[in-house]
């Protein structure tokens, strides 16, 4: 239950009944309706702005709105009492009878707890990684690739329909060069001194696995052949290789992907031929000359007449060329014909994320699904800032391995996934990151991962010695469950209580907003509260978890705890950590 979509409803209902009575005009537009927790608790338990937005097409002053709604919101379940605020806003302050049954809903519903139907099975496609097969994954690439499992694991829990894509950039030159690259090293296999790695291919040593099992396969078959007829074959087997190791990284990160698709299959299919042949009959692909770049002229700048999409049309700064000097298609125009054969599929809603580099392609492709759609197709890019590896505050040094990087996997292997995984999820997506291998693996309150783990930890700490001092038979899972939770009175157990409450909202708010670090904040502040309720213990024994000569308070209390518990491991879920029981 999000009790703030619960009390929006019963407002919205309160208005119509005004409207029925007269009170208020028919037909006012209730869907912008706000209600959420203040943002000074001494002002209640929830607010709205309801008042304040039907003044203007009510005529009628907010207060005098706000006095109407007033009278009717006291007499709702659960209301206690109802103040007018400033220009207009109702604060209603909610009985601990209310709060003792929401935590009874997080008993209930286990690490359900939050699952929400308010995507309603809405079709969304997120296209994340989407890493060039051309080696192993950075760091940088895991932070797209945990973002974007991460949203679409929380969309999911918000109810909508989810597709993982990850898009195989395998058609434009960099394969090429992958594939002379790998020849090199097949040739070293056989025996052949290949030097120095010419500049421009690709230097690290992660090919001499893959050059090693292709000269077994072929044997010397390639050796003296000429290019035209090794690189075709070469550069399949190159793509298929990059591509088992691409998926090896992400599962050791716990990433997973529905579908792969491949640019070089659209290409061959006549997917970029269908797309442009549909804008060409709008009217909205031309053969023109375009403006030099604002300030410094390109080296390379030259005046000739190219292909051009009319982006400027659908908001782009300037028209984009689909065609290169050679007559192949430019990476727009097969980025154009993919996310046009992901509307077809039925993702009119599609999220991309992609690489901080990539911001100035946002409004091409912005401009692109426009046209292409018919305004119908909606594209959300998540840019994500590059991240900063440090050990114990110095910079750490490249990878041998990976030739110029520090790979996906060295990271993982270092720190382990949930590390990583939580880690970078403690910023929103388009700041910068600073990930330290001393400070995330530090058992300190200033390590989010360690003081959100620690909190599902010292509850299952809690239990097992509720266990050995009372016997697990008084305090069984039944009897948790069954506790008398009210009981739960103090202030600082409501306040604990009406925190996990806003769990619903809070993964239906991330959702919409495509924000995952929303998930890490709300953790962070709710091991805050736990953990500071059982500092609150140590100094008053009152307020201890288990009681020893008070076993129905102890129960309930318990059960409060678990219900933290509950909502720490959904959380985790969403993020694809594994909460722990006991920290070692």
């Known amino acids: 239950m999000n009790l703030f979509t619960h009390f929006r409803d019963q407002i919205a209902e309160l208005i119509t009944e005004l409207a029925q009575a007269g009170e208020l005009p028919e ?66 302050r909610v009985g601990t009878d209310f709060w003792q049954a929401r935590l009874r809903d997080i008993l209930d519903a286990g690490t359900a707890y939050g699952d929400s139907a308010a995507g309603a099975d809405q079709k969304v496609n997120v296209e994340y990684v989407s890493a060039n097969p051309t080696g192993p994954m950075h760091v940088g690439h895991a932070r797209g690739a945990v973002f974007g499992d991460a949203l679409a694991a929380l969309l999911e829990k918000a109810g909508y329909d989810v597709t993982r894509e990850y898009y195989i950039n395998d058609a434009g030159s960099q394969v090429d060069v992958l594939a002379r690259s790998l020849h090199l090293r097949y040739l070293e296999a056989l025996g052949e001194d290949i030097g120095e790695i010419p500049e421009g291919l ?64 659209l290409v061959q299919g006549g997917k970029v031929d269908e797309a442009l042949d549909f804008l060409k009959e709008q009217g909205l692909i031309y053969e023109g000359i375009l403006e030099p770049p604002k300030g410094k002229l390109p080296d390379d700048w030259e005046e000739r007449e190219q292909t051009l999409f009319k982006a400027s049309a659908f908001g782009d700064d300037v028209d984009r060329p ?93 720190v382990g996934k949930d590390v990583v995984r939580f ?28 003081y959100v783990q620690y909190a599902h930890a010292r509850v299952n700490s809690v239990m097992r010695m509720a266990s050995e001092e009372l016997g697990a038979g008084p305090i069984s899972d039944d009897a948790i469950h069954g506790a008398n939770l009210g009981r739960l009175m103090d202030e600082n ?18 959702a919409v907003q495509h924000e995952p670090h929303r998930i890490a904040f709300y953790l962070g502040e709710l091991a805050a509260e736990f953990h500071g309720l059982w500092n609150k213990g140590n100094k008053d024994k009152g307020l201890r978890f288990i009681i020893s000569d008070d076993q129905e308070l102890t129960l309930a209390r318990l059960a409060m705890i678990r219900g933290v518990a509950n909502v720490i491991a959904s959380g985790l879920k969403v993020f694809g950590v594994t909460p722990v029981e006991e920290m070692r």
């Not at 937005?53 to 006291?74: C, G, M, Q, T, Y």
């Not at 157990?493 to 239906?508: T, Y």
Request: charged letters at 30%.
């Open 202 to 265: 690709y230097p690290g040593d992660y090919l001499v696995p893959a050059g090693k099992i292709l000269a077994n396969r072929d044997g010397d078959k390639w050796k003296d052949a000429d290019e035209a007829d090794w690189l075709p074959v070469i550069r399949d087997f190159a793509i298929d290789a990059m591509m088992d190791m691409i998926r090896d990284d992400l599962a050791a990160l716990g990433v997973k992907h529905d579908l792969f698709t491949s640019e070089r299959t």
């Open 423 to 450: 880690i970078m999820l403690t910023r929103k997506n388009d700041a910068g990151l600073e990930f330290d291998f001393t400070k995330v693996q530090e058992q300190s309150k200033d390590n989010p991962v360690f």
């Open 27 to 92: 037909g006012l537009d209730t869907s912008r309706i706000t209600v959420e927790p203040p943002r000074d608790a001494s002002h209640g338990d929830v607010t709205t702005n309801a008042a304040m937005l039907l003044a203007k097409p009510a005529k009628k002053s907010p207060r005098d709105i706000a006095a109407l709604l007033a009278a009717k919101v006291e007499g709702l379940a659960g209301v206690t009492g109802v103040e007018i605020a400033g220009p207009g806003f109702i604060n209603m």
């Open 322 to 414: 689909v065609a290169k000097s050679d007559g192949s298609w430019t990476y727009f125009a097969t980025d154009m014909a993919y996310h046009l054969d992901k509307y077809r599929r039925g993702y009119a809603d599609m999220i991309d994320v992609w690489g901080a580099d990539h911001g100035g392609y946002v409004k091409r492709m912005n401009a692109a699904i426009k046209a292409l759609t018919g305004g119908e197709g909606v594209l959300d890019v998540k840019l994500c800032q590059m991240v900063s590896l440090m050990d114990n505050g110095e910079p750490v040094k490249m990878s041998k391995r990976a030739g110029t990087f520090v790979t996906l996997r060295d990271v993982v292997d270092k």
């Open 493 to 510: 157990e409501l306040a604990l209580i009406k925190l996990m409450s806003q769990w619903p909202r809070i993964v239906e708010s991330a």
